[in-house]
DNA sequence: AAGTATCACAACCGCTTGCAT
DNA sequence: AATGCAAGCGGTTGTGATACT
């Protein structure tokens, strides 16, 4: 389709913000609240586009930005987050406080970029495993109604033929190489591609997050009944349970990558539940 | 002291997505 | 279903500050 420039070019400012700008931009958005960038122009008299002007009350102007040297634990959230995430900035932003997507993405790449070369894609991550619709009797009834499309996981073992390895125990929970490989860049080691408004990766990492670990309890207690545990103990043993490593023979993912946001505290927790 | 290289970060650009029509 | 617009996102660039030679 394309896009036109998000405004008229002529006549507005480009560069750094002036101080006055910003006031203005404040005091605008003070009044009107956020939204309608693309009017902001006209109404507030700012020589700026629409799109600049939302950059940067988002990046620098908006109350609850937090300035700064990152501390040891924000930095330590951001490699975690990264190793699951990849270069999905906004996503790891929402969980800092105080600190924007482009804020961290600079950090990152200041940082961390130089030091962690970018990972050249292997066969396996060209044809990431791709696990369809878990029988609904497997999920919990909360999200027994909801439809997952896809999750995407990168073999642990690119080399091993999917032949070689046992048949799932439930059928209907087929693995099948894609055809369709739905990522290309350095993603993380397993993503989930979910329904939009259905359940989201950002869903998951917030409010539902205890239902997503309820569903993986359950494929666990399928998959062995020497894994037929409560959940919470799963949830808190993830790393070091033998269910990993069963899940990771039948289905022939890497999912360690999950496993820190178990171990670590707080991560379910600050402002959402704690797992007891 | 001057010139150059490197770093850090704000801002821009182009693309994608979601929604309204 | 097709189209157009606004907003959001991630990659890239520009620039001032600092370190180095």
């Known amino acids: 389709m394309g896009r036109g420039p998000c405004c008229s070019k002529e006549g507005m400012n480009k560069g ?4 006055i700008e910003d006031e203005l931009l404040v005091e605008y ?27 940067r009350w988002l990046n620098y102007l908006r ?12 930095e330590d959230l ?24 482009n804020e961290i993405k600079n950090y990152w790449n200041t940082n961390f970029a130089k ?14 495993i791709m696990i369809t619709s878990p029988p609904s009797d497997l999920l919990p009834p909360n999200l027994q109604q909801q439809q997952f499309t896809n999750v995407w996981a990168t073999p642990l073992q690119p080399e091993l033929e999917f032949e070689a390895l046992p048949p799932p125990m439930d059928q209907n929970f087929s693995k099948t190489t894609a055809s369709e490989p739905q ?17 989201s990766v950002s869903e998951i ?5 205890i239902n997503f670990n309820d569903f993986e309890a359950s494929e666990m207690r399928n998959i ?9 103990e799963i949830a808190e043993n993830w790393a070091a349970s033998d269910c990993l490593d069963q899940a990771q023979y039948y289905m022939g993912s890497d999912f360690s990558p999950l496993a820190f946001l178990f171990e670590s505290e707080g991560w379910v927790g600050d402002d959402d539940v704690n797992v007891v």
């Open 183 to 199: 990522f290309t860049d350095n993603s993380p080691d397993i993503i989930m591609d979910l329904n939009p408004g259905e359940i």
């Open 224 to 232: 062995d009944n020497r894994c037929n545990t409560q959940v919470q």
């Open 63 to 74: 109350p609850d930005i937090k300035r700064g040297n990152m501390s040891p634990e924000e």
């Open 115 to 128: 030091k962690a070369p970018a990972r050249q894609t292997s066969s396996s991550e060209k044809n990431p």
């Open 78 to 101: 951001i490699i975690r987050l990264h190793k699951l995430l990849g270069n999905r900035w906004s996503l790891i932003a929402g969980r800092i406080p105080g600190r924007t997507d």
């Open 29 to 55: 958005i003070k009044v009107h609240g956020e939204g309608k960038w693309s009017g902001i122009p006209k109404k507030s008299g700012l020589k700026r586009c629409g799109k600049s002007c939302r950059l």
């Open 205 to 209: 990492f917030n409010d539902d997050f």
């Open 16 to 19: 750094a913000w002036t101080a």
